[in-house]
Each structure stands twice: as structure tokens, then as C-alpha cells.
């Protein structure tokens, strides 16, 4: 009973936590797209951006600092490892001028064998660090990586990576989602510009007579489902490369059955008619 009474106070400690971030995240995107706030536009720097930008992080850090309790040593060891594969790729692909982000693939590769919380922290690590070292745009973009860390863990929950066919699919509707949530930021924090291939195409669509929100949300729905197509299917391709032991390791692989049968081993094959007896 001492045990329980114990474990309790920490328990709802951390549902508070994640309960009063995702409160400040929805109120600032409600905030964004209610208000629209025209200043933002036109300056990141002025109130309404500053309450924008620190209402994402904020929530955001919340949400890490409710869930990484949660996770066993082996998942919190991995992440550091993730959040250097996110920001480098991200990077590079931002440099290159590419019209997709790639910067999210650490964040599903921990969510499909750690669960959504270990993805969620593994998300908000990677654009916290990068936007406080590399660049700044990366900052209040740390709750798109929650939503991705999220969908990601419960599409390995629902066994979306144990073939290679249904990750992209998972991917595509995760981009959706994602694209929903980042246009009032890329609108309303930084104006549509945030560089990149991306900023051609809100560029492109404002030049059709597309309002700056609309600009933004065209863009999202157009590179977000390819960018997370993308990556799910290149986390499908790495978890069928890393051996079976290491997977079983972690534990929610285990409860959940991520990859079939306890001991089966993510497949790139089709499915085939003598599968079903194995």
C-alpha cells in the first residue's frame, strides 16, 4: 500500500502535466486560427507572436516533462540517438532547398517500438535543441513532432509497420494531420516564410490569390502527407534491417505485438497465402 501511495502523487503529477500542456497547445492553435492575428505575419517579434511561440513551447515542454517518466532506460537511452538523426537530416534537407522536411524520422522510429510518449519526447527534444542551436523556425514546430510521435506510436500499436504497404499509408494520414496543425504556425508566427522548397509553394499559392492561412494549409497538404510517406516508409525499411532481438527488447514491441507474434520480425514482403499458417 506504502507503494502505491507513493507512485500515486507522481502519477497524477504527470497526467497533470501532459493535461495542462495539451490545454496550452490547443488554446494557442485556437488562438492562431480564431484570431488570426495580423501582426504575427508581420513580425515574430511582436506580442501576439511572442504569446504564439512561447504558448507551443510551453505546451510542448509540458507534454515532455509529463511523459518521460514513463520510459524504461533502454528507450531513453535511444533517443538522444534520434534526435541527432532528426536534426541532421532536417538540416541537410532544409539547406538542399527540398520542398519536403524528413526531419521526423527518429521521432517514428522511437514511437514504433518505444510508444507514442517516447516519440512525443523524442519529438519535442529534437526541435527544442534544434531551434535553440541551428534555427530558431524549428521552435514552436516541437508540437507538430508531438502529433507525430503520437500517431506514429499508435499506428505501430496497430501493426501499421509489420509491412512495408501499410506504413506509407499511416505516414500519408499522419502528414494530414500534421499539415493541419503546422499552417496557423507557419502563417500567423512566420508569415508563410519559413524557408525552403516549402516557402516557394506558399509563395506560389498567395500569388494565386490564396489568403496567407490558405497558402499555408495548400502547402501543408501537399508536402506533409509526402514528407511522412516518406518517412514511415524509411522507419519500415530500418526496423525490417535491425535484428529481431534487438526490437524485443523494448517492451511495448512485446505488449503490443508491433511486429505480429511475440518473436515475429517486421517484413518488407507482401503478404502470402502460406504466411497465414507460420
Known amino acids: 500500500m506504502s507503494g502505491n501511495a507513493v507512485q500515486d502523487p507522481k502519477r497524477v503529477r504527470n497526467i497533470v502535466l501532459i493535461a495542462a500542456?495539451?490545454?496550452i497547445i490547443i488554446a494557442t492553435?485556437?488562438?492562431?486560427v480564431i484570431g488570426q492575428p495580423a501582426e504575427v505575419g508581420e513580425s515574430s517579434?511582436?506580442?501576439a507572436g511572442l504569446i504564439a511561440m512561447g504558448g507551443y513551447l510551453i505546451g510542448a515542454v509540458l507534454l515532455a516533462m509529463g511523459s518521460i517518466h514513463r520510459l524504461p532506460t533502454s528507450t531513453i537511452a535511444m533517443i538522444p540517438v534520434a534526435v541527432a538523426?532528426?536534426?541532421?537530416?532536417?538540416?541537410?534537407?532544409?539547406?538542399i532547398g527540398l520542398p519536403v522536411y524528413v526531419d521526423s524520422i527518429g521521432t517514428v522510429l522511437v514511437s514504433a517500438v518505444a510508444g507514442p510518449a517516447a516519440g512525443v519526447v523524442t519529438g519535442i527534444l529534437t526541435n527544442v535543441i534544434w531551434g535553440l542551436t541551428l534555427s530558431p523556425v524549428a521552435l514552436p514546430f516541437a508540437v507538430v513532432q508531438v502529433v507525430i510521435g503520437v500517431l506514429a506510436g499508435y499506428a505501430a500499436r496497430w501493426g501499421m509497420f509489420r509491412r512495408w504497404y501499410l506504413a506509407p499509408v499511416a505516414g500519408a494520414?499522419?502528414?494530414v494531420t500534421a499539415a493541419m496543425i503546422s499552417a496557423p504556425i507557419a502563417a500567423f508566427i512566420f508569415g508563410g516564410a519559413v524557408g525552403g522548397g516549402a516557402g516557394a509553394i506558399?509563395?506560389?499559392f498567395q500569388a494565386m490569390g490564396?489568403?496567407?492561412?490558405?497558402?499555408?494549409?495548400?502547402?501543408?497538404?501537399?508536402s506533409d502527407p509526402l514528407d511522412k510517406l516518406i518517412t514511415f516508409t524509411i522507419v519500415a525499411v530500418i526496423l525490417a534491417a535491425l535484428p529481431n532481438r534487438f526490437l524485443q527488447r523494448f517492451p511495448f514491441v512485446r505488449q503490443y505485438r508491433v511486429f505480429g507474434e511475440v518473436g515475429a520480425k517486421p517484413s518488407l514482403r507482401a503478404a502470402r497465402p502460406e504466411d497465414a499458417g507460420a
Open 85 to 95: 538523426l532528426n536534426i541532421v537530416i532536417g538540416q541537410i534537407v532544409a539547406v
Open 173 to 175: 494520414v499522419t502528414g
Open 202 to 204: 506558399v509563395g506560389a
Open 210 to 222: 490564396q489568403s496567407l492561412l490558405a497558402a499555408t494549409t495548400l502547402q501543408g497538404l501537399i
Open 45 to 47: 517579434t511582436s506580442s
Open 29 to 32: 492553435y485556437l488562438y492562431l
Open 21 to 23: 500542456g495539451a490545454v
